[in-house]
């Protein structure tokens, strides 16, 4: 004991390492004044071509092994507060450079065959660390394993998601699942069910001032950084924004839609793009049968006057002409010799009737006036005696 109290006491003498009584422990530092349990060094100084660091921490690897400079861990079992493995702040005053919290990089020799790693590499579970640590292919500024969350405006100059068909299996194109279902309806059909919404956001994470938060200590920097945070916060959530309802696209496309860990729904505008081309695609072909071999709207046929019936005196409904239409076009009917109370029903695609238009014996014909329904695509369908007895679609173009 009194040889242990000798060398604390002559290595403190030297300024190497300092006990005081109540357990805290300073290494390097020349301030006789430390709280924190282990305190290392002094406050860099230096001119303005140091580069001050506080910890350096450098390993001479061992092949084979993992090597860790620094490694930070928090166990609180029974912790209300908020624990870190590693915090990093970079607080400055005045006028100042570029400052980063945490800074990872990586080096490597491109001339291996053999590389792989990231400057930063974070995963929501320690069990697949091991699993995925020496699976990583190629070189990352950052590598994320697991759901990750970035609250705020995300900027990126490409964003690629991964589609290679040697990471897809059980493949099928969305035709031959439609084909096989159950439901006639088609990727446009599907689609155009949806509503186009304009809102703004609710701020969830709403920032508090440093009052309301009850800081021991408002300081300047702490005012502006708080009005710093609020008019980006302000930025956003006092804009309008546009997206669909994840309730309703999750009836039609449940695939699409996840609900996210803290209950709320969100939406894959990335894997609707495929759906959209698939729904011009069905459009260009609907087009097409449309079409003459000289490009021309075909006429549909006409019926020839009043006596006129459809195979074996049922009621028909014919191809709108023209369509697309931009002004006015006409819908063609015949009516069976049974029709007593007919009409025709335009509905939008979402099923909503638009107009009725009670038709009879005798009527060959309707107009409808392009002013009456505004630009998109719409239903209509002929109903004879209750029965509906087809429907079609038409455009109506700008």
Do not use: W
Not at 233 to 238: C, G, K, L, Q
Not at 385 to 390: A, Y
């Amino acid at each position: 004991m009194i040889a242990a109290a000798a060398f604390i006491c002559v290595v403190a003498a030297q300024a190497q390492l300092k006990v005081d009584s109540l357990g805290n422990v300073a290494i390097g530092t020349t301030n006789g004044l430390f709280n924190p349990k282990l305190s290392v060094g002094d406050f860099s100084q230096g001119s303005s071509s140091c580069t001050n660091m506080g910890i350096v921490a450098k390993i001479e690897a061992q092949q084979s092994n993992k090597n860790i400079a620094i490694r930070g861990y928090t166990v609180s079992p029974a912790s209300t507060g908020s624990n870190f493995g590693v915090l990093g702040s970079a607080q400055v005053s005045g006028y100042h450079g570029r400052n980063y919290g945490v800074c990872g990089m990586i080096s490597f020799d491109q001339s291996s065959q053999f590389y792989g790693g990231a400057g930063i590499y974070a995963l929501d579970n320690p069990y697949t660390f091991s699993m995925s640590l020496n699976n990583l292919q190629g070189l990352y500024a950052a590598y994320f394993v697991g759901s990750t969350n970035l609250h705020g405006q995300t900027i990126a100059q490409e964003i690629y998601t991964p589609a290679d068909s040697r990471l897809s299996e059980d493949v099928e194109t969305v035709e031959t699942v439609e084909t096989r279902s159950d439901s006639d309806s088609q990727t446009l059909d599907n689609l155009l069910k949806m509503n186009v919404l304009e809102f703004n956001m609710k701020n969830t994470h709403k920032l508090k001032s440093p009052e309301e938060q009850e800081a021991e200590e408002i300081t300047d920097e702490t005012r502006e950084a708080y009005e710093y945070a609020k008019k980006k916060d302000d930025a956003v959530y006092s804009r309008r924004h546009y997206g669909l309802s994840a309730e309703q696209l999750q009836k039609i496309y449940p695939n699409l839609v996840l609900e996210g860990q803290d209950g709320y729904l969100y939406v894959n505008y990335t894997e609707m793009v495929p759906l959209l081309i698939r729904s011009i695609q069905e459009l260009k072909q609907e087009l097409d049968e449309l079409k003459g071999s000289d490009g021309s709207i075909k006429k549909m046929p006409q019926s020839s006057g009043v006596g006129s019936f459809g195979m074996n005196g049922k009621s028909v409904l014919y191809q709108n002409t023209p369509n697309p239409f931009k002004e006015k076009t006409v819908i063609r009917f015949t009516l069976g010799d049974d029709a007593k109370d007919a009409s025709i029903c335009i509905f939008d695609m979402s099923g909503k009737l638009l107009k009725k238009l009670p038709v009879s014996q005798g009527m060959e014909c309707v107009s409808v006036n392009g002013y009456e329904l505004g630009e998109g695509m719409f239903l209509y369908s002929l109903v004879v005696n209750g029965q509906e007895i087809d429907t079609k679609r038409m455009i109506l173009s700008q």
